[in-house]
């Protein structure tokens, strides 16, 4: 099982940038893959981006390709998130979440999770 915690979200004007943190504590991380998702008032939850934590690739939705970076930090433990030229469109709360990629989860990048961080909100102000 695998700990998560977010932060670096906040308010944000369309146009900035924002860089959210996913620490991660744990055994066996090097063969786990964390994901970001978000989920906005009313809607459903939606995958962002993924990478694995091994190196070997990285993932993202169409509506933030260009825009967002995934990245990890090894030495940290801790995914980051940089969100560039942000749009109100990306006012949500954001979470991390972890798979154990030795389970094969045919779902990967967009699904097959089993731990979730508590969440982080970004606002992004027109």
């Known amino acids: 099982q695998v700990q998560l915690v977010e932060s670096g979200g906040g308010l944000v004007q369309a146009g900035g940038s924002l860089r959210l943190a996913c620490a991660a504590s744990?055994?066996?991380?090097?063969?786990?893959?964390v994901g970001w998702f978000r989920q906005a008032p009313g809607k459903e939850r939606e995958f962002v981006a993924a990478?694995?934590?091994?190196?070997?690739?990285?993932y993202y939705a169409d509506s933030v390709k260009g825009r967002f970076t995934i990245s990890a930090d090894n030495a940290k433990n801790t995914v980051y998130l940089q969100m560039n030229s942000v749009e109100p469109e990306d006012t949500a709360t954001y979470y991390c979440?972890?798979?154990?990629?030795?389970?094969?989860?045919?779902?990967?990048?967009?699904?097959?999770?089993?731990?979730w961080g508590q969440g982080t909100q970004v606002t992004v102000s027109s």
């Open positions: 979440a972890s798979q154990d990629r030795r389970n094969h989860s045919p779902q990967y990048p967009q699904g097959g999770y089993n731990d």
């Open positions: 990478i694995n934590w091994s190196g070997g690739g990285t």
């Open positions: 744990g055994r066996y991380l090097r063969y786990y893959a």
